[in-house]
């Protein structure tokens, strides 16, 4: 139940991202027009086995004519495994309202199951659900299959049931030694609510939530268990997004849960990898463009202060430079029929190793891209992140990339006093949010920090930066809480990239001053600043004339402007960070989208 | 915050609703580039009042300095009110981790705040919020309301945060007449999960959810309040679907409320409606084609032993009949240029009063359809249900719509044995789905069953049957929980119809006898079957050799068959009701979607 489709699809997506079996998920069989026996065949030829046919519920803790009755069903059941070729069905603790609360019952119907189970050379893997009706606890389950005490019958562990229990996996240890027969893995974020509708909707990839998978896992294998890592998530967005997709970011989080796992404990002879190479800083920011955006571009980036300093020896590539910051302007990427597009198609980071960064990328899963060589170009190591944006792992030296671009002649004077490429922001894909946060993590080891909400005018936009412990490479990540349908005026958070400068009131008098056209802050915005924050006059009055934005937290600050929004998709910040200010301006998101509405909506000088 | 967009958005659709005011949200207005005074100028020529400024949050229970600092912070908005024309500012109850537990010290600040809006003519608020630090329920803000005891303050009762906790609104019975300065209306579904998430989320128009909100309103006026009613619904669907039409569905759940509060309530003086005529049962389905899809869904008919019994006098409409089932199919609807499409356009309820239907949905601001009448036409009175869908209000009388079919001379025999429609199943627009449930119920008088979600093999799936009381009229809503994306192979949940008959395994055999295509069932679902209920071999080899499904709940069943999906968005259904079953074998869905989905990527016979 990890991914969308029909069991057909799913067992080709797990086949596809390298899986080594499945799970047999009842109701998938249930609707598909495989036998039991055609299935088994299939994964076979795939090289998948099939380690699980789950669920059955409510076995136990009934009266004799029930249980007879529930016995007959497992008999069918068992039917299906033995054409299945598996061994362990899944019996998961009763939810039923009429279920006795009488451990002496539960552990005699369970080892009657058991036994029954035994007789066909299967077994069963009890496990408690969080919602059980007198079992909901691992400890619990764990005492009734001790008391059952019948060899055909153990514990299947799930780390959403215990965690969202605050379950403590280190009594895992007082379990006996072969009798965790398997092990279902799901992170979650911690949400305050039902834990039924919690475990339904929002479980995660390991990784992706707030639990700690690592330190479970760690307990569990301590415990001497030895079979399969299996991921059980109920996502309703993985449900319904691509299962070659998700299979793949199902994969990669085993991966990054076995790599932290062997982190800590050496002992378990867990395969190691390499870690991240240290990123340093943007090395560059790139543009798509064509013949229509091209042009505007360039005379955006030149209004502000930037100088069109290196062409690329053989490509339509411009470079663009104010102090360390660095823009390429691309034309050469085949776009569709749409013109007068641009947006941010590339990412250059700095890394401490760039071979060694993309070599990790690919043992992580991340597509390496194809990087057409010419005479006298840099061999650039390039993987895609989730959102198709290209990530190339750079060092900016003489003899590196920058020896692609002949100079033009124009100078790299001061200009607007920018320094250095801050952040870019990208919007996600609606399918990919989680997974994004887990590659960045993952991949290029930027970690991830806490999740927010922004009200915006269009329909709330979820929002998380990832980040390097220096600071020097910031991304933000966007996406609709709901993917947007008919009403969606607009693109509602573009991609943008955002610039820094030591003093912003010096540079946006520097733009104003070359009539570089800025984002229009509305008066109100600056009359609510005035009563929310304590402002000297003169600084608020120079905010108000540049049409500058401000927040503060802490005893830090953060100055921002922005241009239009060109092309429809990206658009240029300015900011000054001032103390220990280490967000994004986030209150004022709202204000931003609704002036770039508006600009849209009058004359579009950016088109 | 009810609706989607910008302050401009958001006013022009309240006033093209018919809505007589609006609260300003803070953040609205600052992101606008319109000056209070000039929003004020608007509304005005808009014919809006503006009722309420709001929020003002956190100003009390804290140490003087930043009391002060407050105050300051409230004149400033004070002159933004002034500037608005508004008199009325919510303060909501202090959510600030530092805010101390000081009864005396809350209600002494308030009626400082009180005494600054006295002065400038204004009033405040004063509102417990469900999650306030000190004050979160109404009951605790009255009390400080009491305490400070100044003619400035009073209260703002919200029904989400008063119901939510469980407050009981007889209580307003206490609260000195005048008091109760402003009343905000929600409604919410029951949800177990943190307070502050359900009100930031999952709020609904009044009727939409499980809240008693005319039980509600009643106690308000009760209590002497005469001000405005007020909506305030934060809902992620709402906040991005198109503002224009949320704000029509908002005005339909307050006309409901207010009608609900005057049958209850004659002596209020609340406008009265005349109820909802009875309705008695499906008079057709009509489904519009082309002429590709026409031949085809006409095979199908026949193929279910429906007889093409009537053409339309002037109109490119045949009369296909069974029973008393009856289908319409339209080829005079000029469609897209998609060709091949087949779908429900038009559903014809019998109605004890057909004028009397179509004047109380047009009453209710539903859209009544222009109807063209050509010579002996009946005048058929139709509105467009949320989705689209024509309903029309019918008396299948022979001289009523009939009369419009010249007979074919085909004879309306046995058929197959089906004798109606049971029910028809359409597919929301994801914006729009808690809209439709109000719809049913407030303009057609069908009430809303249970919601239910469907684990569907591409996502989620929410499902809502209204039906009448009888039963006779059964309409079944679903819509996907997520908006679908790229990888949505295919309509998620077509549309349906669905037929009754008194045996179906007779008319299974008669299908099956005239060579009709049917859905085909996996071997495992019936084995499924066989495990889990105790059903007579006999039986169970009739539903497997006919390819039937199967549901039972308390002593009934229910067996069913389908069509193959026609022109990609429609097919049929087969029905036998046993007993009580008042369902739609909702557990069988899933199988049913799968089996569609390999037959669309099989041969797609019916295209």
Redesign the interface.
Known sequence: ?CL???LEDKVAAAAAAGFDGIEVF??D????????AELAARCAGLGLTIDLYQPFRDLDSTDPDRFA?NL??LE??F??MAQLGTSTVLVCSSVSPDAVDDPGRLAEQLAVAADRAARRGLRIAYEALAWGRQVSTWDASWDAVRRADHPALGLCLDSFHVLSRDGDPAGFAGVDPGRIFFLQLADAPH????VL?WSRHHRLFPGQGAFDLPGFLTHVLDAGYAGPLSLEVFN??F?????A?TAVDAMRSLLWLEERAAAGRPDLGLPRRPAAPRLTGHSFAELAVDGVSGPRVGDVLAGLGFAHTGQHRTKPVQLWEQGDARVLVNASVVRPAETGVAEVAALGLESADPARSAQRAASLLAPVLPRTRGVAEADLSAVAAPDGTQVFFTRTVPDGWPADFLPTGVPRDAGAGITAIDHVGLTQ???SFDEAALFYREVLGLGPEALTEI?A????VRDRAVTNAARSVRLTLTA??????????GVPAPQHVAFRTGDIVATAHALRAAGTPLL?V????H??L???F?LDPARLAAMRELGLFYDEAGDGAYLHLYSGVLGGRVFFEVVQRIGGYDGYGAPNA??R???H??ARLAVAPFG
């Open positions: 139940m969308s489709g029909t009842e109701p069989l249930i609707a598909s027009p495989w036998s039991p009755r007959r069903r069918r059941k039917d299906v949400l305050r609510m039902d509708q309703d967005v449900r319904q997004a691509d299962p997709r894909p609606f399918d009200p005018p269009f329909g709330l609709s809480l709901l993917r947007r349908g008919e009403w969606s005026p229009e509305p008066a109100n915005y009359d609510d005035d009563a929310r304590d709202p204000v989208m609704a002036a509405r508006r």
